[in-house]
C-alpha cells in the first residue's frame, strides 16, 4: 500500500478531539496543505480551529527532505505554540510516525504523531505533547484527502 498523505501533494481536512490535561475533550478542526518541490524537499502548512470553543488557533509550517527510496526522513517545523521545533519520521507500511522536539526549551516539550492509513482518501491521526515526561496534550481524528 502506497501512502497519500505526506508523500503526494494535496489538500487534507482534519476532524477531531483535543484533550489537554484535566480538561474535557474539545472538538478541532483543521487543514493541511502538502507541497513539493525539487530536490526530494517537501512543505506543510497545517491550521487547527477549535469550533466553538475559547482556545486559540495552532498553526504549524513544516519544511523536510525525503530522498527516493528512502523510509526515513527529517524535518524543521515553526509552531505556533512551541516556536522552533526539529523532527524525524518514519514510513512504514502502514503507517507515518513523526516525533519532535522543541529547540532550547526548558520545559523539555516534545511530540510524537502517528497517522496509519484507512484507505488512499483516509487516515487517523493521534498525537501528543510532552512536557517532560508527561502528557500535557493529545489529539485524535480523522484526516481527509479533498
Known amino acids: ?40 524537499w517537501y512543505s506543510m502548512v497545517t491550521k487547527l480551529e477549535f469550533p466553538g470553543g475559547d482556545r486559540d488557533e495552532i498553526t504549524f509550517q513544516y519544511r523536510g527532505h525525503l530522498n527516493d527510496g528512502e523510509r526515513q526522513y527529517t524535518f524543521v517545523l515553526q ?23 522543541v529547540l532550547g526549551d526548558k520545559q523539555r516539550r516534545s511530540g510524537f504523531e502517528t497517522l496509519h492509513r484507512i484507505d488512499d482518501r483516509r487516515y487517523c491521526v493521534s498525537s501528543g505533547i510532552l512536557a517532560g515526561h508527561y502528557l500535557s496534550s493529545a489529539m485524535d481524528g480523522v484526516l481527509e484527502l479533498r
Open 79 to 101: 509552531h505556533s505554540e512551541l516556536g522552533k521545533v526539529e523532527g524525524e519520521g518514519w514510513i512504514t507500511p502502514e503507517s507515518i510516525v513523526q516525533r519532535y522536539w
Open 1 to 40: 500500500m502506497a501512502h497519500t498523505f505526506l508523500l503526494e501533494p494535496g489538500k487534507w481536512v482534519l476532524d477531531g478531539n483535543w484533550l489537554e490535561r484535566n480538561n474535557s475533550p474539545i472538538a478541532v478542526r483543521g487543514r493541511i496543505l502538502v507541497a513539493w518541490s525539487q530536490g526530494n
